[in-house]
């Protein structure tokens, strides 16, 4: 069964933002960490944030001060808002949850274009 869903991905001019959701099960919800990967074309997959079970986020210097990664534990929802997007951040998203160790669950990836 499908454990964890991302949403809210789509095209987007330099600058613009967008925000990506991602819902959990409860089960997979409750992971000690997770986390927001992306892979743009060619390239090798790369850790975008982390937001641990008590709310902590850690970012990739690459997105530090632009993305905020955010969860809803009435939700079992966690977000990644995206602002000042540049071409570079186009990928597809990837939300994952499990230890610092291993992601054992992974969503099915959305797309972000950042483009003019």
């Known amino acids: 069964q499908v454990q964890l869903v991302e949403s809210g991905g789509g095209l987007v001019q330099p600058g613009g933002s967008l925000r990506l959701s991602c819902a959990a099960s409860a089960k997979v919800f409750s992971a000690p960490r997770m986390r927001w990967y992306r892979q743009a074309p060619g390239k090798q997959r790369e850790l975008v944030a982390t937001?641990?079970?008590?709310?902590?986020?850690i970012y990739a210097g690459s997105v530090k001060g632009r993305f905020t990664i955010s969860r809803d534990n009435a939700k079992n929802t966690v977000y990644l808002q995206m602002n000042r997007l540049k071409l570079e951040d186009t990928a597809v998203y990837y939300c994952?949850?499990?230890?610092?160790?291993?992601?054992?669950?992974w969503g099915q990836g959305t797309q972000v274009t950042v483009s003019s």
């Open positions: 937001i641990t079970s008590s709310g902590i986020p």
């Open positions: 994952a949850a499990g230890t610092d160790l291993t992601m054992q669950y």
